[in-house]
């Protein structure tokens, strides 16, 4: 029936004024997976992008790597990664901002392992309920906007379809094939590397997970310089 290709979006700019804008390195990674797809034979039917500018930038260096022309696009905003921001100045009433937290991770590494202390205590509060009244987007408004963006490529998908988009709504759709709780959903996010690709496969009855953060692209000689998770 088809098969739809989940790819979180190319390195960001961590650190930068505009976050949402690919890296240098994320732009590398963005057109080495396309040269890899059009090596592998590859051809998407349509394309579906998230709202986000580095959604919108992977999809564009991938493709132009691939040597693809006009693709039908979708933008669909329940592929929108969640306000890490947000989150974050929930639990921690001290930072400025979430961008303040972002500049700090970028300038030290030492900063990285607290930082990420912060985001996974900040999503267990978001997850866990009781405070859904504090979120702009509360976490059941988040997960039922993946869900039916998701929804809504896999019940009107013909051929191949390559979805750009982040590792929460990533996260999201393949907990929901496995039948995961909210608690356990997260932990499918960490590990997803930029611009890897995870896979599904849909037939008449079923939806198959395929391959989950897969990164053939990346392999080789270089890898450690190439791979990310932010």
């Known amino acids: 029936m088809g098969d739809i290709f989940l790819i979180r979006h190319g390195q960001a700019s961590l650190g930068a004024e505009d976050y949402d804008c690919l890296s240098e390195?994320?732009?590398?990674?963005?057109?080495?997976?396309?040269?890899?797809?059009?090596?592998?034979?590859?051809?998407?039917?349509?394309?579906?992008?998230?709202?986000?500018?580095?959604?919108?930038?992977?999809?564009?260096?991938?493709?132009?790597?691939?040597?693809?022309?006009?693709?039908?696009?979708?933008?669909?905003?329940?592929?929108?990664?969640?306000?890490?921001?947000?989150?974050v100045a929930q639990v921690e009433a001290q930072s400025a901002s979430g961008a303040s937290a972002r500049a700090a991770l970028a300038r030290d590494p030492a900063e990285q392992k607290a930082l990420q202390s912060l985001i996974l205590a900040a999503v267990d509060r978001w997850t866990a309920g009781g405070h859904d009244h504090e979120y702009n987007t509360s976490w059941p408004a988040f997960s039922a906007a993946v869900r039916d963006a998701w929804e809504s490529l896999a019940t009107t998908h013909e051929g191949e379809t390559w979805v750009f988009t982040s590792g929460g709504p990533i996260s999201v759709i393949v907990a929901a094939l496995m039948d995961l709780?909210?608690?356990?959903?997260?932990?499918?996010?960490?590990?997803?590397?930029?611009?890897?690709?995870?896979?599904?496969?849909?037939?008449?009855?079923?939806?198959?997970?395929?391959?989950?953060?897969?990164?053939?692209?990346?392999?080789?000689a270089a890898e450690s310089q190439l791979l990310t998770h932010r």
Do not use: K
């Open 181 to 220: 709780p909210a608690e356990r959903t997260f932990s499918l996010c960490w590990p997803l590397v930029n611009t890897s690709v995870t896979r599904i496969r849909l037939g008449r009855r079923s939806r198959q997970l395929i391959t989950y953060n897969g990164w053939p692209h990346l392999d080789g």
């Open 25 to 87: 390195l994320g732009e590398l990674q963005s057109a080495l997976l396309g040269s890899w797809l059009a090596r592998s034979g590859r051809r998407p039917a349509r394309i579906a992008v998230g709202g986000l500018r580095r959604h919108a930038q992977t999809a564009q260096a991938c493709l132009r790597a691939a040597g693809l022309g006009e693709i039908p696009t979708l933008v669909l905003p329940g592929l929108d990664e969640f306000d890490a921001n947000e989150l």
